[in-house]
């Protein structure tokens, strides 16, 4: 494993493709817009001129885009990744998606005779940049052990989860649990402002009890300054709740907590505040309650 | 500050009274049962007759009852800590109860002349029996320096919040977070075992990520094991979700999510289900989908 | 029964006490504010100028005040109902207050010799004009037929439910149904707006199927014409819901969708919405979806 | 119009057909078991080979199948209603299905050169037989018209709501009232159960005033008789709420207490209730409540 091309060079794509050059690999890059593809160039990386470019010689095949038809955009057609790549190819899908779209494409992959594997990332831009992420990955175990150095250069926490999709389905179940701690985070926040209790002492000992968390760590002193700059946006965690909270009914799982959650974050994206980070729904909390 | 008054010996209050004996305090200890009175003589305490044996002599009372009726029972009548201890005395009320309970006994307490703080702790038997419970304080920022060698012989984390009946209100959204977090890690359990993924390397994944919580690291193993000795309650925390839904009514403060678990949380009581640790919440989630 | 005493003559008490003097009773009413007692004065009632001179030679007192604590205050003290009604008066409560302190006021009002039985309303200003109200009796049998000739003045459905309090708790429901079923239309109608559905035609097919219901006759029109003119005010069904959900907690009984519209009333009327009609809560439709 | 085919003879579908023969149409009705055809034969219509032998003549086509993927199946295909209907013909679906496909496969029709209607109903198998159905159709105004004396035939209210889709939009709104209406009776119920209150007499005064519904009338007395023989089956309630929440999602439509009612829907068919007569959700509100 020595050359890899990262198709979407975004927030995330972007840092992910330098730490790679950074540990030694030989790294192509294709972005939709020339900035991106640029600065990786001058990170010591290649910018190509097309994904058939980009991944002509490449043992490893990175997709970072935000969303299922994006994937699919990318790895379909004569221009795809699929239709390009040489046969054996690991093909690495970052992005979060769809389980069974996910599960579907990885069949695909297979037969256009790839290695899938899904490995959709948490960790944020700061996690991406520090090569950090935490990484679920859904695949082989054999293609899982062949990507384990490509993965070691972007990530810390990589774990193999189980077949392909299964990647994706442990990251669904991370974006629900991660908006359902922001919101019970809020509400508790709104609650404790209401009655008058001095907040800054409250999350210092609430994070040293059972309600410590990295969501409490991370957000809660964001919502205390009302400072919701991104991070992590609420539009792209809505898109993942209507990930979850459809595969849990596909299942037939019961997630009444994820679909309250959903509705709420749906509900501050359709009033105009989906560019917030995710602990903006505070914002929501508050204004239920009358409040700032 | 030399001598402590226990009031209410049972699965935390012992504990923390055999700590303060260990810290080198003369501790008198009462319980309505005379086993747990001979527990803490036998770890060098003194068992008291009466409640007025108990506190005659004390620089500080610690109370640890169950509830808001208990507590009032406990210091109120002619029996009463407030009637038989003396004027300056330190009342640190450890038991969790409502705020507005705890605002009006604090104000009873200074009428009679003694010295209110509301502590409620966090951190289970295991915490009170190691020392290391998180101590949330409402009172006079005097008193609680006063208090400062009696907390620190029993918690870890012990932070002052502001007035009296803040400590309680800090505990109730302590209870919400809680709460919240555990539902939040049961459905998104119930969800990945549904997809069959390997739910082992999925809380190991889960918890290196912003979906990491005490609750999970906690409470993630017990579910997976199905194995819900207590620990804390479902009955104490439903009581305690009943505190803290009708407290934020009080306010006008709208918690839906609290609001939805309390109602889950309710209905496995109501099922039966109220001696289990409240991780027990699992099994909730889990019939909800048809699972076990 | 001729002597009827009528203590609150609001937007409920006053219309009730004039249909008893067209019925042929003899009425005396008392309210706090002169201008109301006025106005029955007018239509043929005594005005009186306390609940002793009210209540002195009455067969039956009608309480009708907003809340439980208003009730006590009206019948409990020296100058209050028991004190001063005759042994063997029936008390009849109309207001929609809590079933526990309905309970324990019946339990008061029987020590002092009179004949209570709980008699809330539904049907508003309206159906307290039209004499059409729907009335929900708890008491003694004896007593409900005694009041027959007296409830049948001011109301049409007229059932006793049971013992003391009964009447309480099924108006309880009553609002537990509905709020639940204005919410149920406001999110359909929001639903439907986004969609750009003709929703005068949607109204009429959803009216003749099983998604019909009283709610949908009175309040549709009110939300497609922005016209939430009281009406019944959220603030008082606020309060209603906050009696329901505490008495559900209290039997350990679940009410999810109870609970969620709780707590959507409850947003709205902290947001300053209280004084709209309760068909209002579509605001708070529209609001959490970007609408308006 | 005179020659009507009729594709899918259920349980909705046969008594439809029947009653368009007994209005004087000719009616050819299609069915994948024989069964059912022989029966529509049997009450004067003529029993037809395939779709293309009962489309052949059809001056209208409707079709009435369980779900999306049903109606695609039989109109789409060398075998098809699209492919073997003559130019003009009014296709009219009956069916409930997504809002998104009714639109695609009108503009399939409308491309084919039929006249495409979606005509969901309300009102159940009694309705059909009655011949008293809601009927909510998407069209254009001349197709409507050209449908009145076939809808006329089976249907008592029959609305024209808006473009194609919107009938397949209304009826979605229709089924997430009607869930809520019947989730807040059964909380209704079984919290004046807890009470010990007359739920007969209950029924009678609730029914008189606001909270009065279909679902009350139809439904109230099932649930206290605990007799949920279908009737409408929770099965196809949860699929048309799978629709409902999707389809609002897509909309930025927050449906909180839709959202609530479909988890709980969900739930039960989960646990393996989908059988049921929608009135069933009352053995949920029931199990949460730790009742029967």
Known sequence: MKNIAVIGLGIMGLPMAVNLVNAGFMVAGFNR????????AAAGGRGATSIADAVKDADAVITMVPDSPDVEAVVSGNDGVFANACKGTLWIDASSIRPDV??????????????P????????EQGA????LSIMVGGTAGDFADAADILGAV????????????????????QLIVAVNIEALAEAIVFLEAYGVDTDAALKVLGGGLAGSKVLEQKGQKMLDRNFDPGFRLALHNKDLGIVTAAAREAGVA????AAVAQLVGSLVAQGDGGLDHSGLFKQAAA?????
Request: net charge positive; no cysteine; aromatic share 0%.
């Open 102 to 115: 996910a599960k579907r494409l990885s069949d695909d992959a297979t037969a256009a005779g790839l290695r």
């Open 255 to 258: 997630v009444p907590l994820g």
């Open 117 to 124: 594997l899904d490995a959709p990332v948490s960790g944020g």
């Open 33 to 40: 817009s020339q900035a991106a593809t640029d600065k990786l």
């Open 129 to 132: 940049i520090d090569a950090v």
């Open 155 to 174: 990530g810390k926490t990589i774990v193999h989860v189980g077949p392909s999709g299964s990647g994706q389905t442990v990251k669904a179940a991370n």
């Open 288 to 292: 239920l309650s009358g409040r700032k």
